[in-house]
């Protein structure tokens, strides 16, 4: 369903912005000519080079190389780029998740979210490396100490990296972590100006005969069917609530001239399970 924007207003987003929004096989929201032209020429000139990225730590699940928001790297980006450091204050405020909000929220009930919406606002917070990672013993013992404490904690913040795809990069079909109220990716290429065969954004669905089993936060692939697939586009994105079965992958890059550019986006609570 192409709808014309009910966008938050802000100088960052593009006042022509289109908006595809789909129910099926759940919510999610394509979003083409996402961020002001200006902004994003600007953006994607002071994109940091690939010799920037390789000096970085590498979230190895995430991506072939990423420069992440509490890296030092990230620091220096938004201190000299005018563009990155408003793009950052956007995603870093209530605007990012009123926005979000503004998609999503009458849906969220539906999909399993256990708190009370209109509880939930924003509140600016640092997850460090080590609190994202899927083996991280940070993230249990805090979940184990604290999580009977914060179980009613509304205040989510936001975090962001950004990626580099190259030759053989691609993600299985899985859930994000449960702690995560929406997740998105922002592409400040395309497939086709970088001649990308995979890289596309797919979304699946569970099918008929399994949709009575817990399959997880990482399901068999057999056990699901492929809905749709978007191809990245230069200031396109896409935008999903993280409830337990928003599936989503990434095609496999099997052939490219240039590796393709994104941005992660995340709204999350601290530790709990809000699904």
């Known amino acids: ?65 990423n420069i ?35 998609h999503f929220k009458g ?12 509880k939930i606002r924003f ?5 460090s490396r080590e609190e994202i990672s899927h083996s991280s013993h940070i993230r249990r013992l805090r979940g184990l100490f604290f999580d009977p404490f914060t179980k009613n904690n509304y205040s989510v913040f936001s975090r962001l990296d950004l990626s580099l795809g190259g030759m053989g990069y691609g993600k299985p079909p899985h859930a994000d972590n449960e702690n995560r109220l929406g997740g998105a990716v922002l592409y400040l290429n395309s ?37 749709h697939s978007y191809p990245f586009r230069r200031n396109s994105a896409l935008f999903f609530p993280c409830h337990d079965r928003s599936y989503h992958s990434v095609g496999e890059i099997t052939s490219q001239k240039e590796k393709r550019k994104f941005l992660y986006l995340s709204l999350s609570f601290k530790s709990h399970n809000v699904w």
């Open 1 to 65: 369903m192409i709808l014309k924007s009910k966008q938050i207003e802000h100088a960052v987003l593009n006042s022509n912005l289109s908006e595809n929004f789909r129910n099926d096989p759940f919510p999610h929201l394509e979003v083409l000519d996402f961020i002001d032209d200006s902004v994003m020429k600007e953006l994607v000139k002071d994109f940091p080079s690939e010799h920037e990225f390789s000096s970085a730590k590498t979230l190895k699940s995430r991506a072939t190389h």
């Open 68 to 102: 992440y928001y509490t890296d030092s790297l990230f620091r220096d980006l938004i201190n000299r780029s005018e563009a990155w450091r408003k793009l950052y204050e956007f995603i870093n405020s209530k605007d990012f998740l009123a926005y979000f909000m503004s």
């Open 191 to 227: 497939a086709d100006e970088t001649e990308t065969v995979g890289g596309d954004f797919q979304v699946w669905g569970v099918k008929d005969e399994y949709k009575t089993e817990n399959l997880g936060r990482i399901p068999d692939r057999e056990k699901l069917e492929l809905q």
């Open 107 to 118: 849906h969220l009930i539906d999909l399993g979210y256990q708190h009370n919406v209109e």
């Open 123 to 127: 509140k600016e917070h640092l997850e």
